[in-house]
């Protein structure tokens, strides 16, 4: 299980990466959204990875918490991914705008030339 995840973070943060110097914006935010999926991955992976473990403690006597999910990352994660999504909005509205005003979708305003 943990290497399926850390593989999951290692290819979303990569892919994220590579679409980030891409010279289209759409392609920028889609590398933008990659690289935050895979932040709130690891994140979320920071809360110890557990298969069946109750997610809250029981009432009354000694409860080890060692045997439950954390639930800090759980919430900023939930978290992020509100953020993300307004930011996302956000880029795309402005890269219309853009896109209206320059012509282009290209991050600097220009096309490659050939």
Known sequence: ?????????GVLTGSGVWLLMRPRSFQVI???CLLAYGVN?????MG???VGAAPIMSKG???DPSAYADP?????????????????ALFLVVMIA???ITGTDHV?????EQ
């Open 108 to 112: 600097d305003g220009k096309e490659r």
């Open 72 to 88: 800090l990352p759980q919430a900023l994660v939930l978290t992020a991914i509100v953020i993300s999504f307004a930011t996302t």
């Open 98 to 100: 853009s896109r209206g």
């Open 41 to 45: 991955l690891f994140i979320f992976s």
């Open 30 to 32: 889609i590398g933008l």
């Open 61 to 63: 006597g000694f409860v």
């Open 1 to 9: 299980m943990e290497l399926i995840l850390a593989l999951a973070i």
């Open 48 to 50: 110890r990875l557990y």
